[in-house]
Nanobody
Framework: QVQLVESGGGLVQAGDSLRLSCVASGRSIFSNYVMGWYRRRPGKEREFLASINWSAESTSYADFVKARSTISRDNAKNTMYLQIHSLKPEDTAIYYC???????????WGQGTQVTVSS
């Protein structure tokens, strides 16, 4: 079990960039967890965005964000990041981070950070 806190959201204009942060804490061995970013747009289901393995430094992305997003980590700070470029109004959503200990499907979740993109 880990506790997760997202930050970095806010109000931006279309075409802007931002970096979201997720800080993990707790008594678990963080390097064993796969960390990921998800979002939920108004009226839509939760979507997977990207994930990163803290030990192997492998990453994966959803196809619709791969060209303009970068997931990264700072193990010394128990923090992962999501850099998003060329933001569009449809990117308006609550962005969540999670942590999962494979092979379990259960994951711990943060409470989210709001991103609002204006035209």
């Amino acid at each position: 079990q880990v506790q997760l806190v997202e930050s970095g959201g806010g109000l931006v204009q279309a075409g802007d960039s931002l970096r979201l942060s997720c800080v993990a804490s707790g008594r678990s061995i963080f390097s064993n967890y796969v960390m990921g970013w998800y979002r939920r747009r108004p009226g839509k289901e939760r979507e997977f965005l990207a994930s990163i393995n803290w030990s192997a430094e492998s990453t994966s992305y959803a196809d619709f964000v791969k060209a303009r997003s970068t997931i990264s980590r700072d193990n010394a700070k128990n923090t992962m990041y999501l850099q998003i470029h060329s933001l569009k109004p449809e990117d308006t959503a609550i962005y969540y981070c999670n942590a999962r200990l494979p092979p379990a499907e259960y994951a711990d979740w943060g409470q989210g950070t709001q991103v609002t993109v204006s035209s």
